[in-house]
T-cell receptor
Framework: GENVEQHPSTLSVQEGDSAVIKCTYSDSASNYFPWYKQELGKRPQLIID?????GEKKDQRIAVTLNKTAKHFSLHITETQPEDSAVYFC????????????FGQGTTLQVKP | DAGVTQSPTHLIKTRGQQVTLRCSPK?????VSWYQQALGQGPQFIFQ???????QRGNFPDRFSGHQFPNYSSELNVNALLLGDSALYLC??????????FGPGTRLLVL
């Protein structure tokens, strides 16, 4: 069935350390994988996305890697800052149409000053 | 350039009632998707509207219905409300680049 598993559910790091969040998906036809950051009481905001024809994408301190064979993708945040503290969601498109996104359960990231 | 907007921000209803939530997409976007986000969970896809028609649907009962208007704005209707319908309802709009941008959501409480 349609499923995205996300780990860990909570992650606590010291400011300046790196954080890694991992997701696996079930639909081999998925071809679009966005990551959203949601602060308390606010809307999910897109931070980075990757399509299946790319293995890695980087935007300043944020990077995403995709392993299509293993149906696995990861978010990497380097040099973490207290303002990175939030809930992060991975998502995968169902099938080749990117309209329907299936979200993971979320990871609560806490960056300690 | 206005982003995605939703109304109302908060709503309290009682079981059995009906509710209508509204969404205006980002300027230049023509596709609207609706999601339900329960507390502590990821958003769950309800359905998507494009060219005034429902294009895809998630695993939600027929009590959940929608509409898209010629100006691309959209409504989500929920009939016969249950306690379990209490959640944050998010809409997301999409343009040619296919990236989904979320609105601030409507928080629905069913008593």
């Amino acid at each position: 069935g349609e499923n995205v598993e996300q780990h860990p559910s909570t992650l606590s790091v010291q400011e300046g350390d790196s954080a890694v969040i991992k997701c696996t998906y079930s639909d081999s036809a998925s071809n679009y994988f966005p990551w959203y950051k949601q602060e308390l009481g606010k809307r999910p905001q897109l931070i980075i996305d990757i399509r299946s024809n790319v293995g890695e994408k980087k935007d300043q301190r944020i990077a995403v890697t995709l392993n299509k064979t293993a149906k696995h993708f990861s978010l990497h945040i380097t040099e973490t800052q207290p303002e990175d503290s939030a809930v992060y969601f991975c998502a995968a498109s169902m099938g080749s149409n990117t309209g329907k996104l299936i979200f993971g359960q979320g990871t609560t990231l806490q960056v300690k000053p | 350039d206005a982003g995605v907007t939703q109304s109302p921000t908060h709503l309290i209803k009682t079981r059995g009632q009906q509710v209508t939530l509204r969404c205006s997409p980002k300027s230049g976007h023509d596709t609207v998707s609706w999601y339900q986000q329960a507390l502590g969970q990821g958003p769950q896809f309800i359905f998507q509207y494009y060219e005034e028609e429902e294009r895809q649907r998630g695993n939600f009962p027929d009590r959940f219905s929608g509409h898209q208007f010629p100006n691309y704005s959209s409504e989500l209707n929920v009939n016969a409300l249950l306690l379990g319908d209490s959640a944050l309802y998010l809409c997301a709009s999409t343009g040619k680049e296919e990236t989904q941008y979320f609105g601030p959501g409507t928080r629905l409480l069913v008593l």
